[in-house]
């Protein structure tokens, strides 16, 4: 298995413009098309009306396109992600220990400002908000960010073994339950789809099918879901120590490889779970084929870019929103909110899964043109500045020389 996640990660291509390793923005911002298609279905239904669809009338052709969107791309574009976390986050603190910073508070403040604007975003807007989890992990990774390659690498396979273990025979749920969570998304439905705006607030902060404590899911997101998903993050700093993305084009083979195995592997583990919901290995089998598909898109997303031009219209657009990604994130909330709530347009449950496929794609095409003109005359997105001014402490977004110290113990970079 080590030799497996070796390969993978090193199959990653290199293209750089400056200080930045650009196929990481690009793969963020592929990464972030396939985060959409899998929310919109959330905007769409609900959270808990996925698992209810028959309650939205469902055609055969909404049956067969759940399941593919299930199988393909929800729980694998979102470790993704946590694996770009883990790389940039090893990278911008070896940015400041390169400059004689110390990386301790900035890093802090960076997972603090995350955290906020998760939990404003879940309050005001949605639900189904990932950045204060994000802050949250990070706060975790900070025990790990030292650690020497091998040493991720074996924790996060041990996690990977252990982790979807605890979802052996989960699917169990008492009549009572789904009775409960049954007559939710009954009135989520006529709440979601014609309330005002305070009324689905009102609905989103106070209704629960499961009875949970207020505060339980944050705490969930924040503290106990962090634990849950660290493998991925680890191999994400496992391959920026290794500097894994920075190798030439003639590492194609490898790509090839990973490709050829973890997307087959990934794709069959997740079509078990999803074609045999009633197995008590689907929980398991449906947590290991999300991470070993996202390894294996990673993989595939290297391969292509190894192949395009530098110039190529289409990997700018993926750089560009992939280096504004929380606020194209945020803003895909404020759009979709809008179109399916009934304060906007009041699509809720009203179109089938292929017709939000198609939205998505037409709205991360207009946020790719905006945001590749925005870069015209802005370095950063708007919600990229305010957190670097937060992390930095500074006007400009930029560390501050009077915070260098030298010949500081605590910055070695491994142990």
């Known amino acids: 298995m080590i030799i497996l996640i070796n390969k993978v990660v090193e199959q990653l291509n290199p293209i750089n413009t400056g200080n930045r390793v650009r196929v990481i923005d690009v793969i963020r911002g592929f990464c972030l098309l396939g985060i959409l298609i899998a929310n919109m279905l959330t905007f769409q239904y609900g959270m ?16 067969i396109a759940y399941q593919v969107l299930n199988i393909t791309v929800v729980g694998s574009f979102v470790p993704i992600f946590m694996f770009l976390f883990g790389y940039s986050l090893y990278k911008l603190r070896e940015s400041l220990v390169n400059r004689s910073l110390k990386p301790k508070w900035p890093l802090v403040r960076r997972f603090l400002m995350l955290i906020i604007l998760g939990v404003i975003h879940s309050l005001l807007l949605w639900e189904g908000d990932i950045l204060a989890f994000y802050g949250g ?49 009954t009135k989520s439905i006529e709440i979601y789809g014609k309330g005002t705006y305070s009324e689905i607030s009102k609905f989103r902060l106070t209704e629960d099918p ?45 790509y090839i490889w990973g490709t050829a195995t973890l997307l087959p592997l990934g794709l069959g583990f997740k079509s078990i779970a999803i074609l045999q919901p009633d197995s008590p290995w689907s929980g398991v089998l449906l947590a290991a084929g999300g991470q070993m598909l996202a390894l294996g898109y990673i993989s595939a997303l290297a391969l292509i870019l190894s192949y395009l031009s530098n110039g190529s219209l289409l990997v700018s657009a993926f750089e560009a929103i992939g280096r504004m990604s929380i606020t194209n994130y945020l803003m895909q909330t404020v759009i979709c909110t809008t179109i399916f709530y009934g304060y906007g347009l009041g699509w809720f449950g009203q179109i089938s899964i292929l017709n939000g496929f198609l939205l998505a794609l037409l709205i991360y095409s207009v946020q790719a043109v905006l945001t590749t003109l925005l870069f015209r005359w802005f370095k950063n997105g708007p919600f990229e500045r305010i957190l670097r001014m937060w992390t930095y402490f500074s006007r400009d977004g930029k560390p501050r020389a009077s915070r260098k110290v030298v010949n500081d113990p605590t910055l070695n970079t491994s142990v």
């Open 48 to 63: 808990y009306g996925l698992d209810n669809m028959s309650l939205f009338n469902p055609t055969s052709l909404d049956t």
């Open 137 to 185: 992990v990070g706060f975790l990774l900070l025990l790990f960010v030292k650690r020497k390659p091998k040493t991720l690498i074996i924790w996060g396979i041990l996690l990977s073994l252990v982790i979807p273990g605890l979802s052996y025979n989960t699917n169990n749920m008492t009549a009572t339950e789904e009775t409960q969570i049954q007559a939710y998304v």
């Open 210 to 254: 499961l009875g949970l404590p207020p505060g339980a899911m944050i705490i969930l997101l924040i503290f106990i879901a962090p634990i849950v998903m660290i493998p991925t993050f680890l191999f994400g700093i496992a391959a920026a120590k290794k500097e894994w993305f920075h190798n030439s084009r003639c590492e194609r083979r490898r």
